[in-house]
Nanobody
Framework: QVQLVESGGGLVQAGGSLRLSCTASVRTFNDYAMGWFRQAPGKGREFVAA????????YYADSVKGRFTISRDRAKNTVYLQMNSLKPEDTAVYYC???????????????????WGQGTQVTVSS
C-alpha cells in the first residue's frame, strides 16, 4: 500500500501559478507511474496529467496542455504539478495517484491507479 500526501493547494487569482506536491511513502517509488486528477463540485474526477516511472514520458489533458507541467524527483519520492496561467475553471480538488507498473497504458483513466491521496483544494478567482 502506498500512502500519498498532497500539498500546495490554495487560493490564487486568475493568471497566477501554484505548484502542487505529492510525496509517496513507499520504498519502491520508481515502480509506479504517477498521475494527477481533479474533481470540481458536481462533476466527475477527470485526468489532468501523468508521468512514467522514469520521468521520460508525460501525458496531459488538452485543457491544461501548455499551462501545467508534471515532474518527479525520484530521490525524494515526490511528484509535482506546476500550474501556470490558472483559470477559474481549474478550480477543483486535485488528487495525486499512483499506478503500479512500468507501462503507461491507461494512465488517463482512474481505474489504472491503485492508490490515491486525500486531495488538495485549488481555487482560482476571476
Amino acid at each position: 500500500q502506498v500512502q500519498l500526501v498532497e500539498s500546495g493547494g490554495g487560493l490564487v487569482q486568475a493568471g497566477g501559478s501554484l505548484r502542487l506536491s505529492c510525496t509517496a511513502s513507499v520504498r519502491t517509488f520508481n515502480d509506479y507511474a504517477m498521475g494527477w486528477f481533479r474533481q470540481a463540485p458536481g462533476k466527475g474526477r477527470e485526468f489532468v496529467a501523468a508521468i512514467s516511472w522514469s520521468g521520460t514520458s508525460t501525458y496531459y489533458a488538452d485543457s491544461v496542455k501548455g499551462r501545467f507541467t508534471i515532474s518527479r524527483d525520484r530521490a525524494k519520492n515526490t511528484v509535482y504539478l506546476q500550474m501556470n496561467s490558472l483559470k477559474p475553471e481549474d478550480t477543483a480538488v486535485y488528487y495525486c495517484a499512483a499506478a503500479k507498473g512500468l507501462t503507461m497504458v491507461g494512465v488517463t483513466t482512474t481505474s489504472r491507479y491503485d492508490n490515491w491521496g486525500q486531495g488538495t483544494q485549488v481555487t482560482v478567482s476571476s
